[in-house]
Nanobody, 126 residues
């Protein structure tokens, strides 16, 4: 599976961005897709995940109520809508996927995802 992330950029505090993750290259499409983010010098952290068969969603506490993960049109595209962005959201965002349908407790674990995309930079600054 190859993952292609897009949609990063520069936005002012309070603004919005949409990141998209398109999967290709394998007969079995990913069943759980997630977003993680990383700031230089810090560990990568979980942001959000969606289990595709039932739209089960999981969010990090830091983004609840502001970010929304969803299946976006095409079968193998998952997007992350980010609203009310804050400078602390500045990071490189990575799309990750697995062919397994993960339970809630597993969705935030990096090791559960076999496939990773190249990161996309999100910068929130005035």
């Amino acid at each position: 599976v190859q993952l292609q992330a897009s949609g990063g950029g520069l936005v002012q505090p309070g603004g919005s961005l949409k990141l998209s993750c398109a999967a290709s290259g394998r007969a079995i499409s990913p069943r759980t897709v997630a977003w993680f983010r990383q700031v230089p010098g810090k560990e990568r952290e979980f942001v959000a995940a969606i289990r595709k068969f039932d739209n089960g969603r999981t969010y990090a506490d830091s983004v609840k109520g502001r970010f929304s993960i969803f299946k976006d049109g095409a079968e193998n595209t998952v997007s992350l809508r980010m609203n009310s962005l804050e400078p602390k959201d500045t990071a490189v965002y990575y799309c990750a996927a697995t062919t397994r349908s993960l339970i809630v407790s597993a969705r935030g674990m990096e090791g559960q995802y076999e496939y990773w995309g190249v990161g996309t930079q999100v910068t929130v600054s005035s």
